[in-house]
């Protein structure tokens, strides 16, 4: 089982990122994904999450209007959009994967995003 998160990077207030996550060793179609982060000396937070035939969105307050969560069953990959990006959304993001049945969850390894001017 993998979940390998790309696009993060450096971008300065009012950019844009797109991130990318591509699952690979479990029916992606039987998962819902979901995006959280983590900020330096905070707990981690849930930022987006999408059901598996994109029918439900949910996106934590801070990110709503600004970051729209997608996927792609055919590429096996979920993505987040980050647009007017704040300096408080510096964190690394982790993509996460949660069965609809059972309960199992993947985790990628995490993306840095860092926002600064």
């Known amino acids: 089982v993998q979940l390998v998160e790309s696009g993060g990077g450096l971008a300065q207030p009012g950019e844009s990122l797109k991130l990318s996550c591509t699952a690979s060793g479990f029916p992606f179609t039987g998962y819902v994904m979901k995006w959280h982060r983590q900020s330096p000396g905070k707990e981690r937070e849930h930022v987006a999450t999408?059901?598996?035939?994109?029918?439900?969105?949910i996106y934590a307050g801070s990110v709503q209007g600004r970051f729209t969560i997608s996927r792609d069953n055919a590429k096996n990959t979920a993505y987040l959009q980050m647009d007017k990006l704040k300096p408080e959304d510096t964190a690394v993001y982790y993509c996460n994967a949660m069965s609809r049945v059972g309960s199992y969850s993947y985790w990628g390894q995490g993306i840095k995003v860092t926002v600064s001017s």
């Open positions: 999408i059901g598996i035939y994109s029918q439900t969105t």
